[in-house]
């Protein structure tokens, strides 16, 4: 008997170039003092960095779902422009209707930019992520659990390029 593996995964395509990927996600508070939110979500934009080793919401997110630190989620420290002592919790999101990051520990810290959300590669790592931007618009697709093969740009190259010469 074979196990079948399933995967999820979405693309989001962009209006032209972009120079930050952010997707909307919809979140639901698992730890928060407000019972009434237990069950809720709500939709925040979520930035997507490679840079940052964790998922991290803003504190005025925290705020307004009435978050409180998780015992699960042991603080740490997170390093950018200065060292930040972060506390963390936890959350559930939706990439996308059928794809849930369930109970997924977040650390509270303040980031640049509109979004509310910042996924971090503790979440990139458990899938394939690619960005392309081809025909002068990007697009950026995410796949969990990972894809055996890897895409390999540079065998596509030179497969291109082979091709141009002949």
Wanted: hydrophobic share 40%; aromatic share 10%.
């Amino acid at each position: 008997m074979s196990s079948r593996i399933e995967h999820r995964a979405f693309t989001v395509a962009y209006e032209g170039i972009t120079n930050e990927i952010s997707t909307p996600v919809r979140l639901e508070p698992v730890f928060t003092y407000d019972k009434s939110l237990v069950g809720t979500q709500i939709e925040v934009d979520a930035l997507w960095d490679t840079g940052a080793a964790m998922t991290c919401i803003k504190p005025s997110l925290r705020d307004r779902l009435k978050l409180r630190q998780s015992e699960l989620v042991e603080p740490i420290t997170l390093s950018g422009s200065g060292d930040v002592e972060a506390e963390g919790t936890l959350v559930s999101f939706w990439l996308v209707p059928n794809f849930v990051v369930e109970l997924c520990p977040v650390y509270i810290a303040d980031f640049p930019g509109d979004e509310e959300l910042l996924i971090g590669m503790d979440i990139i790592t458990l899938g394939d992520f690619a960005v392309c931007n081809a025909n002068g618009m990007t697009s950026f697709s995410f796949a969990v659990p990972p894809f055996p093969d890897r895409i390999n740009f540079a065998d596509k190259a030179d497969v291109a390029n082979r091709q141009s010469t002949e």
